[in-house]
């Protein structure tokens, strides 16, 4: 059975960093075409792909959020965390990390989500 | 960038059908997802490759595609379908979502 679970800071002040981790079971990170994403949700709006981070280490972001985010991964500890530098109050959102397969494109949905974990910028 | 448009919301009797829509351009090149989300829970996939349910979704849930429009249908609602709904493809190296769709049982 795959699980994930976030966890990190449910404050963060503005310009600050923001660092959530992905701690995940059920599966390896090093087994071909597996992906771990970041998507977000602020209050009451729509989903939005954050990045993804596969099994080869390949990355890939959101271009909206390039930028401004990087994701690495520790395949002994089976953990994912994503970092985001100089938060925004419009960053403010429910952080979840899903697993993927399929390698990068329409035929790797996000097949389980984690519980998300909610994150408030403000001063 | 590209946009996925899905109606705001639509509403079922008990035991009815519904079905929402989602567009795009080009959408009939891609596959599309689509994912679950009841109030204040994570989304669940419950269909994926335009048409296929992941093992544990009810059969009352189906996908299909016509065009640029993915629609998912709901035959037979329940009280517990009650949900948002979110689309979801892949274009030139982006995963996007549509907006969402509220569905009511009413």
């Known amino acids: 059975q795959i699980t994930l679970r976030e966890s990190g800071p449910a404050l963060v002040k503005p310009t600050q960093t923001l660092t959530l981790t992905c701690t995940f079971s059920?599966?390896?990170?090093?087994?071909?075409?597996?992906?771990v994403s970041w998507i977000r949700q602020p209050p009451g709006k729509a989903l939005e792909w954050v990045g993804i981070i596969f099994w080869d280490d390949d990355q890939r972001y959101n271009p909206a959020l390039k930028t401004r985010v990087t994701m690495t991964k520790d395949t002994t500890t089976n953990q994912v965390v994503l970092t985001m530098i100089n938060m925004d109050p419009v960053d403010s959102a429910t952080y979840y990390c899903?697993?993927?397969?399929?390698?990068?494109?329409?035929?790797?949905?996000?097949?389980?989500w984690g519980q998300g974990t909610v994150v408030t910028v403000s001063s | 960038s590209y946009e996925l448009t899905q109606p705001p919301s639509v509403s079922v009797l008990p035991g009815q059908t519904v079905s929402i829509t989602c567009s795009g351009d080009n959408l009939g090149e891609k596959s599309a997802s689509w994912y679950q989300q009841k109030l204040g829970q994570s989304p669940v996939l419950v269909i994926y490759?335009?048409?296929k349910r992941p093992s544990g979704i009810p059969a009352r849930f189906s996908g299909s595609r016509s065009g640029n429009t993915a629609t998912l249908t709901l035959s037979g609602a329940q009280a517990i379908d009650e949900a948002d709904f979110y689309c979801?493809?892949?274009?030139?190296?982006?995963?996007?979502f549509g907006p969402g769709t509220k569905v009511t049982v009413l």
């Open positions: 059920g599966f390896s990170l090093t087994r071909s075409g597996l992906g």
């Open positions: 899903t697993h993927s397969y399929g390698g990068f494109g329409d035929l790797s949905p996000f097949d389980v």
């Open positions: 490759e335009d048409n």
């Open positions: 979801q493809t892949w274009d030139r190296g982006t995963y996007v």
